[in-house]
C-alpha cells in the first residue's frame, strides 16, 4: 500500500508540487494575456479578485490545466512557452485531479 503525504494522495509529494508548478506556469501564462484569461474568468465564474485568494486551493491547479485541455490551441501555445510538451500538461492535470477515490477525503471541485 502506497504510503500518503500530507494531502492525502498516493502520488508522492514531489510529483504533486511538480505539477503544482505547472499549474502556476499556467496561470501566469494566461495572465499575461487579458484574452487568454478573460477566457479562464468567463468558463470558471470567478471574477479577477477571486485568482489570488483560489490559487491557493488544491483544485485550483486542476482547474486551469483544465481550461488549457478543452482548448487545444491554448494548449499547444502554452506548452511551446513552457518549453513542455503537451501531454507534460495533462499528466500535471492528471496529478491535481485524480479519478474519483470513494475513500479519499473529501476535496472542492471548482
Avoid: C
Avoid at 482548448?71 to 495533462?90: C, G
Wanted: aromatic share 6%; glycine share 8%.
Amino acid at each position: 500500500m502506497p504510503i500518503k503525504d500530507r494531502t492525502g494522495s498516493s502520488t508522492p509529494l514531489r510529483v504533486r508540487e511538480a505539477a503544482q508548478a505547472v499549474a502556476i506556469q499556467a496561470l501566469t501564462w494566461l495572465a499575461q494575456d487579458m484574452e487568454r484569461v478573460g477566457g479562464f474568468l468567463a468558463q470558471s465564474g470567478l471574477g479577477p479578485g477571486d485568482l489570488r485568494a483560489r490559487a491557493a486551493e488544491p483544485a485550483f491547479g486542476a482547474a486551469v490545466l483544465g481550461y488549457l485541455l478543452s482548448d487545444e490551441s491554448l494548449l499547444v501555445a502554452f506548452a511551446d512557452d513552457a518549453k513542455l510538451r503537451p501531454q507534460d500538461v495533462v499528466h500535471a492535470h492528471d496529478v491535481l485531479n485524480p479519478p474519483f477515490d470513494p475513500d479519499a477525503p473529501a476535496r472542492r471541485r471548482f
